[in-house]
């Protein structure tokens, strides 16, 4: 199996040993994005709606260096500290993605990553040009 990094400055940069998004042929893998803006790495935070924003925003410029896009994922999984967001989050997803939407598992967490609410990771299927 091959596997390629991936890695743009269109999004933060890892806070960790772990690659932005591993590629591994026809599907690649995204770390989880935060909130955090890529120019100053501070947290994107003064509302809940600004900082997913910037989630998606992240989430895109990963998804566009892996020669994809938002609507090359097919699973999602977000990671929240507060479950009465969900409500919040649907409606991103409504508006970020089209039908089918990707399947998605919500997970509930007492903590994440700089103090973020909300961080969400992605899985891509990009079918690629045989070489």
């Keep these: 199996m091959t596997r390629v990094d991936?890695?743009?400055?269109?999004?933060?940069?890892?806070?960790?040993?772990?690659?932005?998004?591993?590629?591994?042929?026809?599907?690649?893998?995204?770390?989880?994005?935060?909130?955090?803006?890529?120019?100053?790495?501070?947290?994107?935070?003064?509302?809940?709606?600004?900082?997913i924003l910037q989630v998606f925003h992240n989430l895109a410029s990963v998804c566009a260096a892996s020669g994809g896009s938002l609507n090359s994922v097919v699973k999602t999984t977000v990671f929240l500290t507060d479950l009465k967001l969900v409500e919040e989050v649907?409606?991103?997803?409504?508006?970020?993605?089209?039908?089918?939407?990707?399947a998605r598992s919500v997970v509930g967490v007492s903590e994440l990553p700089r103090g973020a609410r909300v961080e969400i990771e992605a899985v891509l299927s990009i079918a690629r040009q045989p070489s």
């Design 6 to 51: 991936i890695s743009t400055q269109a999004a933060p940069t890892a806070i960790g040993p772990y690659s932005q998004a591993i590629d591994t042929g026809e599907t690649v893998y995204l770390s989880g994005q935060i909130g955090l803006d890529p120019t100053t790495m501070h947290l994107v935070s003064h509302t809940f709606q600004a900082e």
């Design 90 to 102: 649907n409606k991103a997803f409504t508006a970020k993605f089209t039908r089918p939407f990707p």
